[in-house]
């Protein structure tokens, strides 16, 4: 008895609903409107769930761009949102003066027989005065390729399979939807880093807006075309932290590694030869697979020590691999050349990664949390540069740069870290001319540290990652 009053209550509820909703709708046509009413088919109850709500924003979203790009100068963004017992339903506003019903209709059903998961979403046309707009074409079954009214006669389906169907495809398209966002995003935070390091000027023996530091085979310009080249690639790196499947990262640094090196194959064209970011490349690669599967994991959070922990997890064994074993020639690289002269004071990029960025989690992070600015992506030009200053002073002054170690040797770097830690200490005072001193130093002696640089753009990577919500 009680399953029944329950569900004459539901029944109740819903009619009540839907002449709600028909009323509603009337009382907004009566002003000069056509309606576009957006709702989902769901059978059965309930109407609605936090799958079904999801869904909805985004074929939301979807529907307006596709109404505006389609009746520009119609269209006048006007729309209403309701929640009852029959579910969530949203009106579209077209002043009749602006479009025919005719016309309005035939771009919802474009709209629907052209969307992927069109068959779940009901768009209906009223006109301004009341008339109710049919296409005359029977809807599909959500299942088979039936009519949905035949299928319902003959039921062929359950309303629980229909159901079960119907909210899979509902989930699979969110996770998707999320996915191509997410990839999206933490791939700009990726070039924002970049553009962020290489724009603040002035720097020591770096490239910047204002100077080329101590190079004279790069500068500003140099910069800009290697970032445009590249960072197309943190997008494909990103994917392939979305379909790696399973928690084991023993194995994926090569996959990476392959991207990576297209990634310095576009940097040369684009430089004509000139190497402008192949540390950045290597650790920002490590970085962006890195934070898609923090996040992931997550389920939206940003976690900076599991960050790191997964980093660690990639590049377990690196430098025994491949620093460890390495034997005297005439084609290894600079990092190569250092580990050889100083060992794991020299392993540069490698060892950072392999330990999990342990200058930007214990030097660069806390140094952020204390002193950035709450609006620091308000901030404007100058008042960002007073920050990032004293951050890269911070980085320099606890970074075995192997820039600076294969240019020059233990000597200046122990130098230039102790002219960092007193310009950045002055700097914080208010007090900019040791560092202008040290801008000055570095350049006349040549020393860039352009490991420091890298190590800059990961702890805006990180940062972005942490503060940045439009997608976490």
């Known amino acids: 008895m009680q399953k029944s009053n329950d569900t004459n209550s539901i029944i109740s509820a819903l009619l009540e609903a839907r002449e709600s909703r028909w009323n509603t709708k009337l009382s907004l046509v009566k002003y000069g409107w056509h309606l576009v009413s957006l709702q989902l088919n769901v059978p059965g109850y309930p109407k609605s769930s936090e799958c079904s709500e999801q869904f909805m924003r985004l074929i939301e979203n979807e529907f307006e761009r596709y109404l505006i790009c389609r009746a520009i100068g119609k269209y006048k963004k ?40 069109g068959r779940l979403i009901d768009l209906d046309v009223l006109d301004s005065k009341g008339k109710a707009i049919s296409s005359g074409k029977a809807k599909r079954c959500f299942i ?74 790069m500068d500003y310009r140099t910069f800009m075309d290697s970032m445009v080249a590249i960072s197309p690639f943190f997008q ?26 297209l990634m310095e194959a576009a940097m040369t064209k684009a430089t004509f030869g000139v190497n402008t970011h192949k540390g950045a490349i290597f650790l920002l690669a490590i970085s962006v697979f890195a ?22 997890q990639i590049t377990r ?3 025994q691999r491949e620093l460890c074993s390495l034997k005297e020639s005439s084609s290894l690289s600079h990092g190569e050349v250092c580990f050889m002269k100083y060992g794991l004071q020299g392993a540069g990029a490698r060892g950072e990664a392999e330990q999990g960025f342990p200058t930007v989690m214990h030097h660069a992070l806390p140094f952020m949390k204390e002193h950035f600015n709450d609006q620091f992506n308000k901030l404007t030009d100058k ?9 890269l002073l911070k980085i320099i002054a606890n970074n075995n740069d192997t820039n600076v170690l ?12 102790q002219k960092a830690t007193m310009a950045m200490e002055a700097f914080q005072r208010g007090e900019t001319s040791i560092y202008t001193e040290l801008v000055a130093w570095c350049n006349e002696n040549k020393i860039s540290p352009g490991g420091s640089a890298d190590l800059l753009a990961i702890s805006l990577f990180v940062h972005f990652c942490q503060t940045d919500t439009t997608v976490l």
Not at 188 to 204: I, N, T
Not at 406 to 417: M, P, V, Y
């Open 383 to 391: 008042e960002l540069a007073n920050q990032l200053i004293p951050l």
């Open 406 to 417: 294969f240019r020059h040797d233990k000597t200046i770097l122990e130098t230039l870290k």
């Open 291 to 312: 934070a898609i599967r923090v996040i992931k994991k997550k389920k939206g959070v940003f976690k900076s020590n599991l960050f790191s922990s997964v980093v660690q």
């Open 317 to 319: 064994g690196v430098i």
């Open 78 to 117: 006007e729309k209403k949102k309701a929640k009852d017992a029959a579910g969530e339903w949203i009106a579209f506003l077209v002043p009749e003066a602006n479009m025919g019903a005719q016309e309005l209709k035939d771009l919802t059903e474009a709209f629907e027989e052209s969307h992927e998961y």
């Open 144 to 217: 088979c390729d039936e009519s949905a009214a035949f299928c319902r006669n003959s039921r062929t389906h359950t309303i629980e399979e229909v159901r079960k169907n119907m909210f899979h495809k509902m989930e699979t398209y969110n996770e998707l939807c999320y996915d191509a966002e997410l990839v999206s995003s933490v791939s700009k935070y990726a070039l924002k880093a970049m553009m962020y390091e290489v724009a603040l000027s002035p720097k020591p023996g770096l490239v910047c807006r204002a100077s080329q530091g101590c190079h004279t085979d």
């Open 236 to 261: 494909d790196i990103a994917q392939l932290a979305i379909e790696h499947k399973g928690n084991d990262l023993s194995n994926v640094l090569p996959d990476i590694r392959e991207i990576g090196l």
